[in-house]
């Protein structure tokens, strides 16, 4: 089993030269590794930092449907903002 947290920079300077969706491509492949006894979690930064798809802090279960929705809200991502890595 593994646990794994994807940090994805959305900024905007990923919106130049296909930036984004490599990420997307990259993230989505992680997702797809991933199997019944692991656990994941997204976090996207820009200006700010938010984890992704989950209400309780803690990482989710690596079930079909949860990875199902992590790919939706991955496709869903867009460049904006500025980069803080300290967010």
Do not use: C, H, W
């Not at 990923?14 to 997307?24: A, D, S, T």
């Amino acid at each position: 089993p593994k646990d794994i947290v994807l940090v994805l920079d959305t900024s905007g300077s990923m919106g130049g030269y296909n930036r984004i969706e490599k990420l997307k491509l990259a993230a989505t492949r992680v997702i797809e590794t991933l199997g019944i006894g692991d656990y994941f979690t997204i976090v996207e930064f820009n200006d700010s930092s938010r984890q992704l798809g989950v209400q309780n802090g803690l990482l989710t279960m690596a079930t079909d449907a949860n990875k199902e929705d992590a790919l939706k809200i991955i496709q869903s991502l867009r460049p904006s903002g500025a980069t803080n890595y300290i967010a």
